[in-house]
């Protein structure tokens, strides 16, 4: 009988997680959904690397694209660990499925983006009516770049053609802080068109902010009197202000002499510290115009 002893992601693959607890009957489960583990028993499961793993990122910038795209912008890190500040700068996430016994046949592993519940887990999608269409621009499908006969081991590329890390989510001002993944699953289809999920898992939660954001925020690295909230905010303080408003210039001074003295570093938590602010300001007229 299978038991979680811990689900937080682990780095070592099945095959050592095994022979790591040999000794006893307890099976190590990496981020794995819990209703799969009857599934992932008979057939296999999905793990990522601790090099993929560590690649991922607490925030990345999404830009608005002609026709509705939404693309994220360094995901999972940037082209080959050097950032392209023109055009698409990305990478592909690489997974790797290990089978159990009998190799299940015509494993096809796919994945899309989700939002956290408030209960922690995504929202997985079940696949009741088949695969979903390969021209949905929301889901990515693994393209296969080793098989390892010895280890049992199937390794899969996602978005390997780097058209762009698509995510549609509609936001606003009152959900900055949602946190998300990229849902993976590996499945196969039944000759009847019965869709098996054999297992899934997802990557690091991570925030997201946008492309309009992002540029006033740079802008306010050198110019904070140009946004109309904080020229307010530094008048109201030098004609002697509360104390919020002096400790939220305070707060803004020591935010930008940080992400100032990073030289080329990723600035994505400086933003996300900066945009929080802003949100915090009082202002009479409305909407800052920046979601």
Not at 41 to 52: C, K, N, R, T, V
Not at 200 to 216: D, E, N, V, W, Y
């Amino acid at each position: 009988m299978l038991t979680i002893e811990s689900i937080d992601h682990c780095v070592l693959s099945p095959k050592q997680q095994a022979r790591h607890n040999q000794c006893d009957d307890h099976l190590f489960i990496p981020i794995v959904d819990i209703v799969s583990i009857q599934a992932m028993a008979s057939s296999g499961m999905l793990y990522i690397d601790g090099a993929q793993w560590r690649e991922f990122r607490p925030t990345y910038q999404r830009n608005n694209k002609k026709g509705g795209h939404k693309n994220l912008r360094c995901f999972p890190n940037c082209c080959r660990g050097v950032h392209a500040t023109m055009g698409f700068c990305g990478s592909p996430v690489t997974v790797h499925f290990q089978w159990m016994g009998v190799p299940p046949p015509r494993i096809q592993v796919l994945a899309h983006f989700s939002p956290l519940l408030v209960s922690g887990a995504p929202l997985w999608r079940t696949f009741d009516y088949g695969l979903p269409d390969p021209q949905d621009p929301s889901w990515y499908f693994g393209d296969c770049i080793s098989v390892d006969a010895d280890r049992m081991e199937l390794t899969m590329s996602l978005n390997t053609v780097l058209k762009g890390w698509h995510y549609g989510w509609v936001s606003n001002r009152h959900t900055s802080e949602t946190l998300h993944v990229l849902c993976i699953y590996a499945v196969v289809e039944a000759q009847d068109g019965v869709i098996d999920c054999l297992h899934q898992i997802h990557t690091p939660p991570f925030r997201i902010f946008s492309r309009r954001r992002a540029k006033t925020i740079k802008s306010l690295h050198a110019h904070p009197e140009r946004h109309p909230k904080l020229r307010r905010l530094l008048e109201r303080t030098d004609s002697g202000a509360s104390s919020s408003c002096s400790s939220a210039c305070s707060q803004f001074d020591k935010i930008k002499l940080e992400a100032t003295a990073d030289n080329g570093e990723d600035k994505g938590a400086d933003v996300v510290s900066l945009v929080d602010l802003l949100m915090q300001v009082e202002d009479d007229d409305g909407d800052d115009g920046y979601n």
